[in-house]
Each structure stands twice: as structure tokens, then as C-alpha cells.
């Protein structure tokens, strides 16, 4: 598991987005070729990621017997935050039925994710235990269910009661699927939590995968705009992070964009050795609670 991948520090988000119109396959509850994102989301806290945050991504097959799936949740473990997470595929049963265990190592540790789901025409729902095993110590662990949804075109018609927001990011022919869930409080325009996921370029380093986790302030009209800026320290090097985020109801959901940006320095001699950046993300989502 990647520095980036394990941190619970934030930037905002909100959801996703782009549906496009999935053809079903014949005699099957599973539309071909279609993207399903959300997650979970826990209550609003005093942290920007909790125990209990998840992401879930799915991308189905052109003829809807297996999908491509990243999965990440959030565990406490050791006095601190991490996040198990990976990417796989699986095969769809003919109900809509799969299953899968995801696995990385990080040093001495292994971050496991277990995941299972049905899929029942644009929704999916399921259950996931992330599991951090450590040599000589208890596991850390952490189980829950999870929601991911083929977000519909809007305008759209829907339960604006809706406690839960999920959706599928939009950033260019990003190689995996990536999820997006928000928490609402007292009516729609109550945004207290949000997660998306994004992939980054770096100059130098590969392609990586993140989830970010953010806190935002109610908005009586719905619309946001939050700029951040916070530095994570490395072994070797300290990265400066920029994280922006826009967004504002439409109909019965969310859209706006996100990007995220960082300037890695050497912790020894101060200079650059890397900048990386997501380019804008954009991301819209529907009610995930039905």
C-alpha cells in the first residue's frame, strides 16, 4: 500500500457523476459496461476521515459477468488512522452475486479487504471488512456495508430526503473506477462530510490512486467552494499539498469539480524532486439511501 493511499488527511470532495445510458444484459439484473461508485460515509465527527469511511468503485464487463472493483476503508489501528485498500477483479454470479479478498503489503504489514455485493440493475449494495495484519500484534479491523449506484443524467426526479450521496468520478480515461459519497445532515443542503477518489500524475513517479476525506461547512443555497492547504511528511521527503473543491445542488443531487496538487521536497537539501496533479476532477452524484 502506497504513502498516498494510507492517508486520512483531506482535501473535499463530493460526488461524481457521468452516467451514461447501460444496456442491460439479456435475461440479467446486471447492466453491462457500467460504473457504480459510493462507499460509506460515517457520521460528521471532528476528524476528516474516520473509522468506518469506505470507498467502493465497480466497472462491469461489456457482457456483465465480472467487474473490475477498488475497495478501501478506513481502520483504526495502533493509536492512529490507516486505510486498507486494493483493486481487483471478479466474476458476477447469474443473481448478481460476487465476492473477492483484495490484498497489499506495506513494510511488515498486510492490508487486506474483503468485500462482497450484489448488483441489482444501477444499484449495488454489500458488506466489506478491512483488516491490517501486524506481526506479533492483533489485527486491526473494521466491517460494514456499502452502497454504490449508477448515477442517472441530471436534472433528475428523486428523494431529495436523502442522508447519502454517491456517484462516480469523471477524469479522462482514468484506468480504474473511482467512487464518491457524501453525507448530508438536516435537509439536502446540509453538507457536513465528503470522499472521492482521484488518480494523480507526478513527473517522475508512477500513475497512483488516493481517497481524500474533508469536512465542509452548511450552505443554505447548496453551494461550496473550499480551498486547502496542509503538508505530509515523509521519511525522506515533505510534500505540500493544495486541494480545491467546488460544488452546488442541481435538481435532486451534486456536481462540481475537485483537483489536487502537491510539490514534493527533499527533507535533506529542500529542493523539488516532484510535483504531482490530478487535473480537474469532475463529479456528480445522486441519493444513495433508496
Do not use: N
Request: with cysteine; charged share 20%; aromatic share 6%.
Amino acid at each position: 500500500m502506497g504513502r498516498h493511499t494510507r492517508r486520512v488527511r483531506a482535501v473535499v470532495l463530493l460526488v461524481l457523476a457521468f452516467c451514461v445510458a447501460v444496456p442491460a444484459t439479456a435475461g440479467a439484473q446486471v447492466p453491462a459496461g457500467a460504473t457504480f461508485g459510493g462507499g460509506a460515509i460515517a457520521m460528521p465527527g471532528r476528524t476528516v476521515g474516520q473509522a468506518g469511511d469506505r470507498e467502493v468503485a465497480l466497472r462491469t464487463s461489456a457482457d456483465g459477468r465480472s467487474a473490475q472493483v477498488r475497495a478501501l476503508g478506513i481502520v483504526r489501528c495502533g493509536g492512529g488512522l490507516a486505510a486498507p485498500g486494493g483493486i481487483g477483479k471478479v466474476s458476477i454470479g447469474p443473481d448478481g452475486a460476487f465476492a473477492t479478498r483484495l490484498r497489499q503489503r506495506s513494510g511488515r504489514r498486510t492490508f487486506r479487504v474483503d468485500i462482497a455485493g450484489v448488483i441489482a440493475g444501477p444499484r449495488a449494495t454489500g458488506t466489506m471488512t478491512a483488516t491490517i495484519l501486524r506481526p506479533g500484534r492483533s489485527a486491526c479491523r473494521r466491517t460494514g456495508t456499502w452502497r454504490a449506484i449508477v448515477p442517472p443524467d441530471f436534472p433528475s426526479e428523486g428523494d431529495d430526503t436523502s442522508s447519502t450521496w454517491a456517484g462516480v468520478v469523471k477524469q479522462g480515461a482514468a484506468a480504474l473506477p473511482l467512487g464518491v459519497m457524501l453525507r448530508t445532515g438536516i435537509g439536502p443542503r446540509d453538507l457536513t462530510r465528503v470522499l472521492i477518489g482521484m488518480r494523480i500524475r507526478c513527473r517522475r513517479a508512477a500513475p497512483f490512486y488516493i481517497t481524500h476525506f474533508t469536512r465542509t461547512q452548511p450552505d443554505p443555497i447548496g453551494e461550496f467552494e473550499i480551498a486547502e492547504r496542509f503538508t505530509q511528511r515523509y521519511a525522506r521527503t515533505t510534500e505540500r499539498v493544495t486541494a480545491t473543491v467546488t460544488g452546488f445542488a442541481v435538481s435532486v443531487g451534486y456536481t462540481g469539480t475537485a483537483r489536487y496538487r502537491s510539490i514534493l521536497r527533499s527533507r535533506r537539501t529542500g529542493r523539488v524532486v516532484d510535483r504531482c496533479d490530478s487535473g480537474a476532477v469532475t463529479y456528480a452524484a445522486a441519493p444513495a439511501d433508496a
